[in-house]
């Protein structure tokens, strides 16, 4: 088992190198740094001044070296735009981000794996019928129409919700700040996070089903119910245990999910999280902020998956008899 862990965290090593690799590439392939820090009336000699200093006159490996040296102390430089340090901007937006992908993460969590227990029980009462049906919008939809219908729906007509920005923020030591301590804050949290969740939660839902249906066709389920166990029992120690497995593998994949794709949500809503600020990068080609916006993501998704390599290993023993034989052969 312990062989297999370190495996896993080499390859994930070998991953973040590759992405950051990718990321540099960006510096040298996007657009020219001198040109937009100095502009083109800047004279030859501050071009070259300036070159110096970034150390673009050095070869690419050596460049590529310092790129991911400095990557490790989390620094990425400084904006193009604003000159502020990138790791200073991802520190104070991250926060939001977290919060909105945590909040939208538990709720698609909670009512993904509730709707798909119900629907699978009770597949051919009204209920499950109807969530089996009005589950598609979350998967047909685009995520920008659902947020523009919420806006719409609760903060136009019915006035219940705030339509945009993160309010009621509350300062919780030197750089973490949260919203979730207000009423204010809540409100504004619950459109964004419903946005955001709305397809992760129809997928859960519709994998939880999945395997529920199967597992409850097993032969040790019938027996189970030939020896007369109570159905709470029988549905919840008993089938939905043994659907975790894949389950746990969606739920991780798609909290990191949440977090890379939160881009589209926080700019219906203009939510002040990372999401926003990577696309004003993209819009004023800030490259250094583009690169540390890839990386920090590359290393939730491989972080993740580490995670759930190693809880693998203690939720399903047939998996860690096959780590342990592999090891020993």
Do not use: C
Request: net charge neutral; proline share 3%.
């Amino acid at each position: 088992m312990l062989s297999m862990i370190i495996r896993r965290i080499g390859q994930s090593i070998l991953v973040l190198l590759i992405v950051a690799l990718v990321a540099f590439s960006m510096f040298r392939f996007v657009g020219d740094p001198v040109s937009v820090m100095l502009g083109q009336e800047a004279t030859e000699t501050d071009r070259e001044m300036l070159r110096e200093r970034l150390g673009l006159n050095n070869s690419l490996l050596v460049q590529y070296g310092r790129f991911v040296g400095r990557a490790l102390e989390g620094d990425f430089g400084v904006s193009y735009r604003t000159g502020e340090s990138v790791a200073a901007m991802i520190a104070d937006r991250a926060p939001a981000t977290i919060e909105l992908a945590l909040f939208s993460g538990i709720l698609a969590t909670i009512f993904g794996i509730t709707f798909g227990v119900i629907t699978a029980i009770n597949r051919k009462g009204f209920f499950s019928q109807f969530i089996m049906t009005t589950s598609l919008i979350g998967v047909s939809l685009p995520t920008f129409l659902i947020g523009v219908l919420l806006i719409w729906l609760f903060s136009v007509e019915l006035g219940w919700l705030p339509s945009f920005g993160r309010s009621g923020v509350t300062q919780l030591g030197s750089w973490w700040h949260t919203s979730i301590l207000t009423l204010e804050g809540i409100k504004s949290l619950i459109l964004p996070a419903i946005t955001l969740g709305l397809y992760q939660m129809t997928l859960i839902m519709r994998l939880v089903r999945a395997e529920m249906l199967e597992v409850l066709g097993q032969d040790y389920i019938r027996f189970a119910r030939a020896r007369g166990l109570p159905l709470r029992s029988i549905y919840f120690d008993h089938a939905l245990k043994n659907t975790l497995v894949p389950v746990i593998t969606i739920i991780g994949l798609q909290f990191g999910s949440i977090i890379a794709f939160s881009i589209i949500t926080e700019s219906v809503f203009q939510w002040p999280g990372l999401g926003l600020m990577f696309i004003n990068a993209i819009y004023h080609v800030d490259i250094p902020v583009m690169s540390a916006y890839l990386v920090m993501v590359s290393i939730i998704f491989v972080a993740i998956n580490l995670i759930v390599d190693i809880l693998y290993l203690f939720i399903d023993p047939r998996i860690r008899d096959a780590a342990n034989a592999g090891a020993s052969e």
